[in-house]
């Protein structure tokens, strides 16, 4: 009853009353003052970014620079030098402006933590991605480099200070928006002022979402925000001064709020079932051992494996003919699978397998779908909107693409995979005796789809990865994580996912990674709850009354992610544009592109009617000369006139 109870007041805490977004702010023009009697000296100007100054006689310093607007400014109040520039963190929109500052003789400050993503942005960006790479949600990355390399002369450590003509500003490690993210805080008499970055704006909401998701479920970035919150909580600053949205005067309380909303949050977001602690216990209490060694029967025609941290993915329906098909296949030894394929023949009476249809477009559930191609002619099927995102991943920046996992089939990289079926969402089929229908099931990703139908008596549908759960645990609501990099917005995602199962009232539940979920009902209207609660909960979270800008990624993203530039030659791409408002949206998408990249055009401009989206083409040219390599492209946004700066990007390969 406790963890029932916890679960109620969460849910009331969420979604109990509509949340209220800050009231919309819109910058002055040119510099403002976010308090000119308590401190004449301090200045502020918004581009892409808030930049502050502080003036000292005819000298400045700058924290962040956006687009470097600022700088056009200063000569109005008698600043001619700029002695240094602090970066709060390595976000593009924070530093973009770099290059202006060739001839000011400026220095630059940044977090050490984040050196390399200053100096080295293109180390960062990969042709090729694995599940490993550094500052990536299973090969997506979550940091966000500038297009032109940005020298450091001082690197911060996280509790380091840094003098300046008297003033002694306290460098303060406040990660969680970034992964080396730095406030300044500096002492005016018995109160602070604190230059915080991202880590809180106004109205104790978040600027980013997809900025602060560092791993796949776990709530890294949150804790590390979280916690950063309550240490300059702990300074009590007079005024905040967020590189986003309008200073703020009572920061403390702010913080205070806003920790207890990533509280609640938190509550909400880490995985709903018991992952990595009691989970091997109750993932299947149905299945029973058979003849083959680690083969467990679920129903008369329905199998999977099972084995102590064993958690493959593969479904075998095994039909009276002796044919068999199979709802995804991977992250097996492929002896191992062999071996056990042959027992199936011998000791089941399996005489081959006809179809593979892996659950979604994630690589772990078909690993093994090209080699049981080649070695037992299995065909590949699944639905249309699989399709691009699994024969193509390197033209799109999800997680845990196929060519993540590094595997070979017979000496020779694993990169993609082709179907030989494409099904339209609730298209039928029938097969030996049986009749399933694949549906689109979305949830912890949008490109996913539910295999269902009868057997031995059972309504079974077969889920992949959307959730996994005890259906008898009342703790449990079932989503095995929030990932925006999965393409995930939580209506085209789980609360949709969660719709279709209440719709469809399964007996049986066929999860990924060998969970199987009988009398599923009760634990179908707690997923259910969850959902709605979860986005709920990121609206509280969000400055913005559309949260999707917040949390997706994707807004505004090229398709191909990752080309290849032959020296002297052009490509094209499309740049993907998304309105989330209810009404008209204008925008204006600058294409940035470093030395040797050209764009044609140079700068989108167009409207988009509510709730819609749109490609527009862009041909990237690289010069007789360009660097060879990779580089990174850059799309400056303004919607509706307002300045989102280089939030999203390209990768581009410069080959001879």
Same mark, same amino acid.
């Given at each position: 009853?406790?963890?029932?109870?916890?679960?109620?007041?969460?849910?009331?805490?969420?979604?109990?009353?509509?949340?209220?977004?800050?009231?919309?702010?819109?910058?002055?023009?040119?510099?403002?003052?976010?308090?000119?009697?308590?401190?004449?000296?301090?200045?502020?100007?918004?581009?892409?970014?808030?930049?502050?100054?502080?003036?000292?006689?005819?000298?400045?310093?700058?924290?962040?620079?956006?687009?470097?607007?600022?700088?056009?400014?200063?000569?109005?109040?008698?600043?001619?030098?700029?002695?240094?520039?602090?970066?709060?963190?390595?976000?593009?929109?924070?530093?973009?402006?770099?290059?202006?500052?060739?001839?000011?003789?400026?220095?630059?400050?940044?977090?050490?933590?984040?050196?390399?993503?200053? +100096?080295?942005?293109?180390?960062?960006?990969?042709?090729? =991605? !694995?599940?490993? &790479?550094?500052? *990536?949600?299973? /090969? @997506?990355?979550?940091?966000?480099?500038?297009?032109?390399?940005?020298?450091?002369?001082?690197?911060?450590?996280?509790?380091?200070?840094?003098?300046?003509?008297?003033?002694?500003?306290?460098?303060?490690?406040?990660?969680?928006?970034?992964?080396?993210?730095?406030?300044?805080?500096?002492?005016?008499?018995?109160?602070?002022?604190?230059?915080?970055?991202?880590?809180?704006?106004?109205?104790?909401?978040?600027?980013?979402?997809?900025?602060?998701?560092?791993?796949?479920?776990?709530?890294?970035?949150?804790?590390?925000?979280?916690?950063?919150?309550?240490?300059?909580?702990?300074?009590?600053?007079?005024?905040?001064?967020?590189?986003?949205?309008?200073?703020?005067?009572?920061?403390?309380?702010?913080?205070?709020?806003?920790? +207890?909303?990533?509280?609640?949050?938190?509550?909400?977001? =880490? !995985?709903?079932? &018991?992952?990595? *602690?009691?989970? /091997? @216990?109750?993932?299947?209490?149905?299945?029973?051992?058979?003849?083959?060694?680690?083969?467990?029967?679920?129903?008369?025609?329905?199998?999977?494996?099972?084995?102590?941290?064993?958690?493959?993915?593969?479904?075998?329906?095994?039909?009276?003919?002796?044919?068999?098909?199979?709802?995804?296949?991977?992250?097996?030894?492929?002896?191992?699978?062999?071996?056990?394929?042959?027992?199936?023949?011998?000791?089941?009476?399996?005489?081959?397998?006809?179809?593979?249809?892996?659950?979604?477009?994630?690589?772990?559930?078909?690993?093994?779908?090209?080699?049981?191609?080649?070695?037992?002619?299995?065909?590949?099927?699944?639905?249309?909107?699989?399709?691009?995102?699994?024969?193509?991943?390197?033209?799109?920046?999800?997680?845990?693409?196929?060519?993540?996992?590094?595997?070979?089939?017979?000496?020779?990289?694993?990169?993609?995979? *082709?179907?030989?079926?494409?099904?339209?969402?609730?298209?039928?089929?029938?097969?030996?005796?049986?009749?399933?229908?694949?549906?689109?099931?979305?949830?912890?990703?949008?490109?996913?789809?539910?295999?269902?139908?009868?057997?031995?008596?059972?309504?079974?549908?077969?889920?992949?990865?959307?959730?996994?759960?005890?259906?008898?645990?009342?703790?449990?609501?079932?989503?095995?994580?929030?990932?925006?990099?999965?393409?995930?917005?939580?209506?085209?995602?789980?609360?949709?996912?969660?719709?279709?199962?209440?719709?469809?009232?399964?007996?049986?539940?066929?999860?990924?990674?060998?969970?199987?979920?009988?009398?599923?009902?009760?634990?179908?209207?707690?997923?259910?709850?969850?959902?709605?609660?979860?986005?709920?909960?990121?609206?509280?979270?969000?400055?913005?009354?559309?949260?999707?800008?917040?949390?997706?990624?994707?807004?505004?993203?090229?398709?191909?992610?990752?080309?290849?530039?032959?020296?002297?030659?052009?490509?094209?791409?499309?740049?993907?544009?998304?309105?989330?408002?209810?009404?008209?949206?204008?925008?204006?998408?600058?294409?940035?592109?470093?030395?040797?990249?050209?764009?044609?055009?140079?700068?989108?401009?167009?409207?988009?009617?509510?709730?819609?989206?749109?490609?527009?083409?862009?041909?990237?040219?690289?010069?007789?000369?360009?660097?060879?390599?990779?580089?990174?492209?850059?799309?400056?946004?303004?919607?509706?006139?307002?300045?989102?700066?280089?939030?999203?990007?390209?990768?581009?390969?410069?080959?001879?």
């Amino acid at each position: 009853m406790k963890t029932l109870r916890l679960f109620a007041s969460l849910l009331l805490a969420s979604c109990g009353s509509a949340p209220v977004a800050p009231a919309a702010w819109t910058a002055p023009a040119g510099l403002w003052r976010p308090d000119p009697a308590g401190h004449p000296d301090l200045y502020a100007f918004t581009d892409t970014c808030n930049a502050y100054v502080i003036k000292d006689g005819d000298a400045a310093i700058l924290i962040d620079l956006g687009d470097g607007g600022v700088l056009d400014h200063l000569a109005g109040i008698g600043v001619k030098h700029v002695e240094w520039v602090l970066f709060t963190h390595h976000h593009r929109e924070q530093c973009q402006g770099f290059p202006k500052l060739k001839g000011w003789n400026a220095k630059v400050g940044a977090p050490q933590a984040e050196r390399d993503l200053f +100096e080295q942005p293109a180390k960062y960006r990969k042709m090729n =991605v !694995r599940l490993g &790479d550094p500052f *990536t949600v299973h /090969g @997506a990355s979550y940091v966000r480099p500038p297009v032109h390399p940005v020298p450091v002369d001082r690197g911060f450590a996280r509790m380091d200070t840094f003098a300046w003509r008297g003033r002694e500003f306290r460098c303060i490690e406040t990660r969680g928006n970034s992964p080396g993210g730095m406030s300044y805080l500096l002492q005016r008499g018995d109160r602070w002022i604190a230059f915080t970055g991202d880590l809180m704006m106004d109205g104790a909401t978040m600027h980013a979402w997809f900025d602060t998701e560092w791993d796949y479920g776990f709530a890294a970035g949150i804790y590390a925000i979280t916690n950063s919150a309550g240490q300059v909580q702990g300074y009590d600053p007079e005024w905040m001064l967020p590189s986003h949205g309008p200073a703020i005067p009572d920061g403390a309380r702010q913080l205070g709020l806003y920790q +207890e909303k990533l509280r609640r949050f938190e509550m909400l977001f =880490v !995985r709903g079932y &018991d992952v990595n *602690t009691f989970s /091997g @216990a109750t993932q299947d209490k149905f299945a029973k051992p058979t003849a083959v060694p680690h083969l467990w029967q679920v129903l008369p025609h329905l199998y999977k494996f099972r084995g102590p941290n064993f958690s493959p993915n593969f479904c075998l329906v095994l039909a009276d003919s002796g044919r068999g098909l199979l709802v995804d296949c991977g992250l097996f030894d492929e002896k191992f699978l062999g071996d056990s394929i042959a027992l199936m023949k011998e000791r089941l009476g399996l005489k081959g397998i006809d179809v593979m249809i892996p659950t979604h477009m994630h690589g772990d559930h078909f690993l093994q779908g090209p080699w049981l191609r080649k070695h037992h002619g299995v065909k590949l099927w699944a639905i249309d909107r699989m399709g691009p995102v699994c024969e193509h991943p390197e033209r799109f920046d999800y997680s845990a693409p196929i060519q993540a996992y590094n595997q070979k089939l017979d000496g020779q990289p694993v990169e993609s995979v *082709t179907f030989d079926r494409l099904f339209k969402d609730g298209e039928s089929f029938d097969w030996e005796g049986f009749r399933f229908t694949i549906d689109w099931m979305p949830g912890q990703t949008e490109f996913a789809l539910a295999v269902q139908g009868m057997i031995d008596g059972k309504k079974v549908v077969f889920t992949g990865d959307n959730l996994f759960a005890d259906p008898d645990d009342p703790r449990h609501t079932g989503h095995e994580c929030v990932n925006a990099r999965n393409s995930a917005i939580l209506e085209e995602g789980y609360i949709l996912g969660a719709e279709y199962l209440a719709r469809l009232k399964p007996d049986l539940i066929m999860g990924g990674h060998s969970y199987v979920m009988g009398r599923p009902a009760g634990l179908i209207e707690r997923y259910r709850t969850w959902a709605y609660a979860m986005r709920d909960s990121f609206r509280t979270l969000s400055a913005d009354p559309d949260y999707e800008y917040m949390f997706d990624p994707f807004w505004v993203r090229a398709e191909p992610y990752r080309v290849k530039v032959p020296r002297g030659g052009a490509v094209e791409i499309d740049v993907h544009v998304r309105n989330f408002r209810p009404r008209p949206q204008a925008h204006s998408i600058a294409v940035a592109a470093p030395p040797g990249l050209s764009a044609e055009p140079s700068v989108l401009q167009g409207t988009l009617a509510a709730k819609s989206r749109g490609p527009f083409k862009v041909r990237l040219r690289a010069a007789a000369d360009a660097k060879p390599g990779v580089a990174i492209v850059a799309f400056d946004i303004t919607l509706d006139g307002k300045r989102y700066g280089q939030v999203f990007d390209a990768v581009v390969d410069v080959v001879p």
